[in-house]
């Protein structure tokens, strides 16, 4: 198809396409002339990932670039799935093999002592140590006790994640990769609805 | 104090406290001259929620008018608070007394067959099959068996948002208010590290 066709399949504009083809997150098409070029099935399914990537788990080219080379990445044994996704999205190495000791700061303090294995470096602990100040700052007396509770259900939230991932390396990837934003924007609706769900159930309302 | 005061106690700068003053998230100081105005605690304890929704919350001028319109009503019982804080952040009325039936849609179909109190109107609805549908198209095999799943632990989760609230009513409100955007941004990071944590327990490594 010509790439007026890949925007009418897609819904995304030509002048959009060509500036993922530029930046690189889009395939050139097989050229037909020095002006022409024909696209297929998989250029179909790369612009939807991007899409997705962008609109839902808000990520910048930057970062959409980043998940497309891990997912390309070939031959990936399923020890480095996690690290590679993480690496992904967090902009940042969490290699398998980094060392260090977990210590330094109220979220690695927490974690250490509730015998995480978390490397030390994960960008995740500084946003962490971020949100976990601004919510302290704002008078949210966010105590360890409720952290620890808050941790114990994302830890549920990890194991469906990574529980319904398929066994292909690739595909793995791919999925925890897209997954961890698209099911982000998941979760927040959730936790207002559970909020709901919970204020109404205890007040014997509806 | 003065406004340059208020902004050195507080880190914000004088121009984006006038905005504040301007766009009624900030109560005017007391007038001392045409030109000068008294400024106090309460003022600095307002700026730094209002930097806090908006900075970790992500809130819009309008939002964090709303939410702070909710935390100052007096005299809301407790069944109202949860109503409130929602309708703060959501934007769109979210009455307890809405009535309907919770049909219509996969995330309503959804909770009707989970015998969830949701209010039909609820926008977190739309929000949640907007995501549920960017995660089908992306390729996400997101079925209702996991999205069950991700919903009980959300349910863990309001629990201890709400388990946690103050029993004032109007310090409730806040703290709902407050802690749904706040607690947003301490579960995404948690979510990774709770999937390195499963990644790395499971493979062994560390």
Partial sequence: MKISELAETTG??????????????????????????????????????????????GLSIASIRRVLEVISEPGLGPADIMGAAQRAFLGADVTPDEGG?????????????????????????????????????????????????????????????????????TAAVRHVVLGTPLVDAVLVPLRRLAQQHTALDAHGSQ
């Fill in 101 to 169: 000791e977990l210590a330094g700061s109220p979220a690695r303090d927490l974690f250490a002592r509730m015998g995480w294995h978390v490397r030390p470096g994960n960008p995740a602990l500084d946003d962490l140590d971020r949100a976990w100040a601004a919510c302290l700052e704002s008078g949210l007396g966010l105590d360890e006790d409720r952290m620890e509770k808050y941790a114990a259900a994302m830890l549920d939230v990890a194991a469906v994640d990574i529980g319904s991932a398929p066994a292909d390396p």
């Fill in 12 to 57: 995304v504009p030509v002048a959009t396409l060509k500036f993922y083809l530029r930046e690189g997150v889009l395939a050139p098409g097989r050229a037909l002339s020095r002006t022409q070029a024909e696209y297929d099935h998989d250029h179909v399914e790369r612009v939807r990932l991007v899409r997705a990537l962008a609109d839902v788990g």
